[in-house]
């Protein structure tokens, strides 16, 4: 998974000429390890910066970095939070000339967990899966405009990790 974000990383220099945007989400995950029947939803913090590909801003790269800024009780008692993720995308898009911009993503996505128990101790997990998502960006300036996201990121072996995040971005 490294290995992917830093090829990544390392690509999008080769993008310098194309505009790009930056933001900043909020995300509700809902994390349903394979181990039980129940479903936590820790919130986070989402980081991304994106490049466009093509003239026309309608296929991009994107990285994104998330932060854990809230828990959820899983079962039992065991409270469930997001410490850390990361992903790497492709984006496609509808053209810049609509206020709203309906997009789709594939790429890749690691998450590290922590569950905490009640009687002390705790116990962590991580989540990688190749991810795909759908959303909109909605036009509020020339260099301001909102998302609104649902990303399916992990669905592997009975775990499942999704994520609804909305958030503010800008271009450059």
Same mark, same amino acid.
């Given at each position: 998974m490294k290995k992917v974000l830093l090829?990544? =990383?390392l690509a999008l220099p080769m993008f310098a000429q194309a505009s790009g945007y930056a933001g900043l989400d909020?995300?509700?995950?809902?994390?349903?390890?394979?181990? =039980?029947?129940?479903?936590?939803?820790?919130n986070a913090l989402q980081f991304k910066f994106g490049t466009w590909i093509n003239r026309d801003e309608t296929l991009g790269g994107e990285l994104r970095?998330?932060?854990?800024?809230?828990?959820?009780e899983l079962s039992n008692n065991v409270d469930v939070e997001v410490?850390?993720?990361?992903?790497?995308?492709?984006?496609?898009?509808f053209p810049n000339t609509l206020p709203v911009r309906p997009y789709g993503l594939i790429g890749v996505?690691?998450?590290? =967990? =922590?569950a905490n128990f009640?009687?002390?101790?705790? *116990?962590?997990?991580?989540?990688?899966?190749l991810s795909l998502g759908l959303g909109a960006d909605i036009t509020i300036t020339n260099q301001i405009f909102l998302s609104v996201e649902y990303l399916?990121?992990?669905d592997r072996s009975? *775990?499942?990790?999704?994520n609804l995040g909305f958030g503010i971005n800008g271009r450059f």
């Open positions: 090829a990544a =990383t909020i995300v509700s995950s809902k994390i349903e390890p394979d181990n =039980t029947s129940s479903s936590a939803k820790p970095l998330g932060l854990g800024i809230g828990e959820d410490d850390r993720s990361y992903g790497a995308f492709f984006r496609g898009q996505s690691y998450i590290e =967990t =922590t009640p009687g002390g101790g705790s *116990d962590g997990e991580n989540y990688k899966d399916r990121a992990v009975g *775990d499942e990790v999704s």
